[in-house]
């Protein structure tokens, strides 16, 4: 009965995160419609986009992550020729 219940919850965290990936609707719909928090459809549309590479059979290594902040221009204090 435990290994059905787990089966179930990998379910919905799959069709949960590929509604989220469609971005049809705002993470809070689908949030409430299923009776999932927040930070759980965050997380499970992290994991399946990290993922997605594998599904396909493709080797993954390790890049940036998708959404990186290091940009030149992500402090406009802060000088290329800085010391810091």
């Known amino acids: 009965m435990a290994t059905n219940k ?9 069709k949960v995160a590929l509604e989220a990936l469609r971005e049809e ?3 809070a719909e689908p949030a409430k419609k299923y009776s999932v928090y927040l930070m759980m459809i965050s997380d499970w549309k992290k994991t399946a986009l990290k993922n997605m590479a594998q599904a396909f ?24 020729n800085s010391p810091m």
């Open 6 to 14: 787990v089966a179930a919850v990998k379910w919905l965290a799959v």
């Open 25 to 27: 609707l705002t993470t």
């Open 57 to 80: 059979g493709a080797k993954v290594e390790e890049g940036p992550p998708i959404s990186s902040n290091e940009s030149p221009r992500a402090n406009p204090h802060k000088s290329r």
